[in-house]
């Protein structure tokens, strides 16, 4: 029989309706408050026709706003359908198709996109709240197996996939965070990171489902996430580490109080300067591994570690499990291979995407494409997608390794690093740099600084400077696209 549990905010506004659910710069709603704004704007999505089932497209900055547009069509049984903001039109428009979404709505700044695309039935949210309201059927329960959300991965590693996020996921995606971070009467969780990416929606997730407050940044400003830190009232943070970058240079000699008690680091790899400077400055960073695939972390660092397993992502968990396999096999300790997982917040699979869903998800377990080994303590250390493995002169180079050092030179601001074919060695490593504004640097010292810290098969053969990587709408790197860059006359 399939688990079934009590509508979230209908529970949380009827348990504790006097608490506040979230804050802006502009004001603030209890559960009670935002439970009657949901009501309505679900009656006004109601008069426009969308129904239980559809699938809703939405294209949205963070705000209050965007979360009761979220609620509500949870409360009609729609899927939501979540959009980076960031991808241009064409993409946009193609993941309308790909989905088959039958209503589409977008903050007012995206109109320009909406005049490329007249197939589907949209309307600016903006317009949203002029609608007529008209009585409808809510759901009362949500089933765990019925798919709340899509969001598409950011391509990285090819067209992206739409991914089936059910009720289940997001409950059990929350219940294993607490189980990890606990919770406290105080908390209150800065959303600064994007609602259409997994590690934002997830925050409102668990707010409805802990009774904890957020605060929505409209969009990240390194200064204001401080200040609004350093007022003493957000006990959490979810950042990547291009954020936590900047907010550490903004914060000078600064500390933040000690309510402040979880930094939680995703999206990618940390860095190891940041790191260091986090324990620096006494920054409590819980390093994650994650995916939207996974409805957010799987694998979290607890701080007590971050310095005897510096560069680990950390432990499953608690209803997780993970594993590492090197052709069919379960590896030992130390031996990289194939990072798969699993739990009942990972995705049952792709939207309309059959053969994709059968080659990730084999026996209950996800395959997850990235590269890692565990400790003989059971630590994860991921090492890199399995599509960027170098492979030369039968060597395994991870180009996350290459880059790491790079961007430990005073000079470099990003670095990118891929595989190119060479006669004797078969594929060796390529870099592409950019440069910090004011730094010079040529290209002897920069491999000079390599064959310092790395073994000679990793160093770059070839180094290029470059003005700009090539990155997605999510600013990831597009390793496959970095060979692109390499002017037909110059050498190196
Ligand atoms: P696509 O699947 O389309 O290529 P994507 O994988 O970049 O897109 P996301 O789901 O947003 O889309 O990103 C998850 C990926 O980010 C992970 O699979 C992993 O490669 C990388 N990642 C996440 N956390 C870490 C981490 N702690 N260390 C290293 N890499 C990480
Ligand atoms: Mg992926």
New binding site residues.
């Given amino acids: 029989m399939q688990t079934s549990i009590p509508n979230w905010l209908m529970q949380r506004a009827f348990l504790t309706p006097e608490r506040i659910a979230v804050q802006d710069e502009r004001g603030q709603k209890t559960f009670a408050e935002l439970h009657e704004a949901v009501v309505t704007r679900a009656r006004q999505l109601a008069s426009l026709g969308v129904r239980k089932g559809d699938i809703v497209a939405l294209l949205m900055k963070n705000s209050i706003a965007m979360i009761e547009t979220i609620h509500a069509l949870h409360y009609i049984g729609a899927t939501v359908l979540l959009q980076n903001t960031r991808l241009t039109s064409h993409e946009l428009l193609w993941q309308l198709e790909d989905s088959g979404a039958k209503f589409w709505f977008f903050d007012d700044e995206f109109e320009k996109c909406a005049n490329e695309i007249s197939t589907i039935q949209m309307m600016k949210t903006s317009e949203l709240s002029m609608l007529p309201e008209q009585e409808c059927e809510f759901q009362h329960e949500y089933h765990f197996d019925d798919v709340a959300t899509i969001m598409y991965?950011?391509?990285?590693?090819?067209t992206?996939?739409g991914v089936l996020q059910t009720y289940g996921n997001h409950w059990w995606s929350a219940i294993g965070s607490v189980l990890n971070l606990g919770l406290y009467e105080n908390d209150c969780w800065l959303a600064a990171v994007p609602f259409f990416?997994i590690s934002g929606l997830s925050i409102i997730m668990r707010s409805v489902i802990y009774g904890m407050s957020m605060y929505v940044m409209n969009r990240f400003d390194a200064g204001k996430a401080n200040d609004i830190i350093m007022n003493g009232n957000i006990t959490v943070m979810s950042v990547v580490s291009s954020m936590l970058q900047q907010m550490i240079a903004e914060l000078g000699d600064r500390t933040y109080p000690n309510t402040f008690r979880c930094m939680l680091l995703?999206?990618?790899?940390?860095p190891q300067p940041l790191l260091e400077a986090c324990r620096d400055k006494g920054i409590p960073v819980y390093?994650?591994?994650?995916?939207?695939?996974t409805a957010s972390q799987i694998v979290t660092l607890a701080p007590e570690y971050s310095i005897t397993k510096l560069g680990s992502?950390g432990k499953p968990l608690f209803p997780a499990q993970i594993r590492i396999e090197n052709e069919g096999q379960i590896v030992r300790p130390y031996e990289p291979g194939e990072i798969v997982v699993k739990g009942p917040n990972v995705t049952k699979g792709y939207l309309d995407r059959p053969e994709a869903t059968k080659r990730a998800i084999r026996d209950g377990w996800f395959y997850?494409?990235?590269i890692g080994y565990v400790d003989d303590e059971g630590f994860l250390y991921?090492l890199d997608?399995r599509s960027d493995l170098i492979i030369s002169g039968g060597e395994n180079v991870y180009p996350?390794e290459i880059e790491a050092v790079l961007l430990s030179h005073e000079a470099v601001e990003e670095a990118g690093v891929t595989g190119i074919s060479d006669e004797k060695w078969g594929q060796v490593p390529c870099a592409f740099i950019k440069l910090k504004e004011g730094y010079s640097v040529n290209v002897s010292q920069v491999k000079a600084f390599c064959q310092e810290r790395l073994a000679k098969y990793k160093v770059p053969k070839h180094i290029y400077f470059v003005d700009e990587l090539p990155r997605n709408a999510?600013k990831?790197l597009l390793r496959r696209q970095l060979l692109q860059l390499i002017p037909k006359s110059e050498e190196t």
Avoid at 153 to 158: A, E, L, M, Q
Avoid at 287 to 293: A, I, L, N
């Fill in positions: 991965t950011s391509g990285t590693t090819g992206p996939k990416h995703g999206g990618g790899p940390a390093q994650t591994y994650g995916m939207t695939e992502a997850t494409g990235d991921v997608r996350a999510a990831k």
